[in-house]
């Protein structure tokens, strides 16, 4: 079996690469497949907290590296579902830690393995990010609505194309308010795409529930009544390959919407 | 010293036996037998279940069933106490029985199920201490005497803002450091007891060889600072920390580990295979706790961010083949 080596990457920090991640890879194996995800954000790990497997840790890939312990030995199999595994970073170490080369190996053992090997790249475009994407079949660009994460999106794209070994990237838009949106206080998707003319891959409302989620160790798409869970689901389904359309993300209008429009010419005067 | 026990989960039973009339309701029931029966202590074992007044459906015992054929485990009995639940079991293709077994040992056997790859885990222990090793025979070789004089003490004493911040980041080869810093604390601190020992030169020898009388034997490294995320401290003696541990941050001793603060990070005490070892902490909030080659890990929890202030000091060690937590009063 060979399955494909995803990297999750987007330059800009805190744009929800290792959320993405996680729910990613949650999703995929909620739908049967065999997934592993791969932390290489050495020193500052985080995606084992995300999904809650932080106490189980006890080799991680650097041990694998230095062969302080095999491979299998380091994948720490989630609470939920038996078909996801997680190998994590060091904590106590850094990047300089990690060489292209070991990366190599990894991913190539790991996609003999797993039909979908996930990475979570750290951000920056240095040895870590060179490292995350050398053995990536596909890429997953993660923006964010500001001109800030779209230029660093855009310095990301120009990396991976000038890339030997080519790989096919598109593009997740996160954290979209389509409110803002509405109201011309925020660029919605065809402005995004605009400037970086790339595939879309999917767009993920902005929802508070993604922060509960993170406290718990509990990926958002395990939720069936969110929407960003909902929009991850999808996104992972268009990776598996299906033809899944956007969602429709208008926030619904209630009651006191209305009653406030109403108001607001008399709170207005 | 009164040492009381402490119940963090009682659910592990002897034989076997998955007690889980404990939970409050079904769902968590459920979720407490799937958390336990992932954790692989039952791999290529049959379990019995103890499902008590809970009532469950077909469906649910589909669930059971599976979960433990997921994780190479068999369902062998279970014991409940309700028609509609011993129906379920029976339409499933379990065994039943009405009572719960008379030989049922209701110990706690907390965290026995976190005692994983224990055989492995001892090799990690040996490859980490291993590069340490060296390092200290030839720091030993180099050492004159504990005697020192005035001026070595000055010269000390200026070297030790630059070298004690470095404790943290250092890996396996820069041990020089914290060598360092144990001869400059028994200078002017008066915390180690003896010149170093070679450690772990009996590391070949059966475990009964190490004992506490051993332990307080070897060096003690004494630590003013609060360590962070990512932080390490690696010592073949004891470590006493007067600071709290961060989640993230590692302290691995040879001998016993002190923390005078909130332990919130992994505490490794007894590397090396000494099973007499003992972490005490005026706080336990560890991530996991480690004792020679066992495992124990923190319980999976909701968020809470109202965490309990109070100091309640208590000390981990192993007893009956596992890690337990005793409270100091």
């Not at chain 1, 500052?44 to 006890?58: F, K, P, Q, Y």
């Not at chain 1, 891959?201 to 922060?211: A, F, M, N, R």
């Not at chain 2, 077994?101 to 199920?113: A, H, R, T, V």
Request: proline content about 3%.
């Amino acid at each position: 079996m060979s399955g494909r080596a995803i990297v999750v990457t987007s330059g800009k920090g805190g744009v929800g690469k290792t959320t993405t991640t996680a729910n990613i890879g949650t999703a995929l194996a909620r739908n049967g497949a065999k997934v592993v995800v791969v932390d290489t954000d050495i020193g500052l790990r985080n995606l084992d907290i995300l999904m809650g497997l932080e106490n189980r840790i006890v080799y991680n890939i650097i041990d694998v590296v230095e062969e302080r312990c095999k491979l299998h030995q380091a994948l720490v199999k989630d609470k939920k579902m038996p078909n996801l595994v997680l190998l994590p970073a060091a904590q106590t170490r850094d990047k300089s830690a990690l060489k292209t080369e070991d990366m190599d190996e990894i991913i190539t053992k790991l996609k003999e393995d797993f039909d979908f090997v996930i990475i979570d790249s750290p951000a920056g475009i240095e040895q870590g990010f060179q490292n995350a994407i050398h053995k990536a079949d596909e890429a997953v660009i993660v923006t964010t609505p500001e001109m800030s994460a779209v230029r660093d999106a855009d310095r990301i794209i120009g990396l991976l194309e000038a890339k030997e070994d080519e790989i096919k990237y598109r593009l997740l838009i996160n954290r979209l308010r389509p409110g803002m949106v509405k109201t011309n206080d925020m660029m919605g998707v065809d402005d995004v795409l605009d400037i970086l003319s790339i595939k879309l891959l999917g767009v993920i409302p902005e929802d508070k529930d993604i922060i509960i989620s993170t406290n718990k160790g509990d990926p958002i798409v395990n939720d069936e009544n969110s929407l960003a869970g909902k929009a991850y689901r999808n996104v992972a389904r268009r990776l598996m390959g299906e033809d899944v359309p956007l969602l429709n993300l208008e926030e619904p209008i209630t009651w006191f919407d209305k009653f406030k429009k109403i108001l607001a010419p008399v709170v207005n005067a | 010293m009164g040492a009381n026990k402490r119940n963090i989960m009682t659910t592990v039973l002897a034989k076997n036996i998955i007690d889980l009339t404990d939970n409050a309701n079904t769902a968590q029931a459920l979720s407490k037998f799937e958390e336990i029966i992932i954790s692989k202590v039952f791999e290529n074992a049959s379990v019995s279940i103890v499902l008590g007044e809970f009532v469950l459906t077909q469906g649910h015992m589909a669930r059971l069933k599976s979960l433990a054929e997921q994780n190479n485990s068999k369902i062998d009995k279970i014991y409940s106490s309700v028609v509609q639940t011993q129906l379920a079991a029976l339409n499933s293709g379990l065994t039943v029985s009405e009572k719960a077994p008379k030989d049922l040992i209701f110990e706690d056997f907390k965290n026995s199920f976190n005692n994983i790859e224990l055989n492995t885990q001892s090799n990690m222990i040996e490859s980490i201490i291993d590069p340490t090793i060296g390092q200290l025979l030839n720091n030993n070789t180099e050492q004159t005497s504990t005697n020192t004089n005035s001026e070595e003490k000055e010269k000390h004493n200026t070297h030790r803002e630059e070298i004690l911040p470095d404790i943290g980041s250092s890996q396996s080869s820069e041990f020089k450091t914290i060598n360092e810093v144990i001869e400059i604390l028994n200078v002017d601190k008066q915390m180690v007891q003896h010149k170093i020992d070679l450690p772990f030169e009996k590391k070949d020898e059966p475990t009964q060889e190490t004992d506490n009388s051993t332990t307080k034997k070897k060096t003690t490294l004494y630590i003013n600072q609060t360590l962070r995320s990512g932080q390490v401290v690696t010592h073949d003696g004891n470590i006493i920390i007067a600071g709290d541990t961060h989640p993230g941050s590692e302290v691995v001793a040879g001998g016993d580990i002190v923390v005078w603060g909130t332990l919130g990070g992994i505490a490794h005490a007894g590397a090396g295979n000494n099973y007499k070892a003992s972490i005490r902490a005026l706080k336990m909030d560890p991530i996991q706790l480690r004792i020679a080659d066992y495992i124990a890990r923190r319980p999976d929890k909701t968020t809470d961010f109202n965490k309990e202030l109070s100091i309640k000091p208590e000390v981990a060690r192993i007893s009956n083949g596992e890690i337990r937590i005793y409270s100091l009063k």
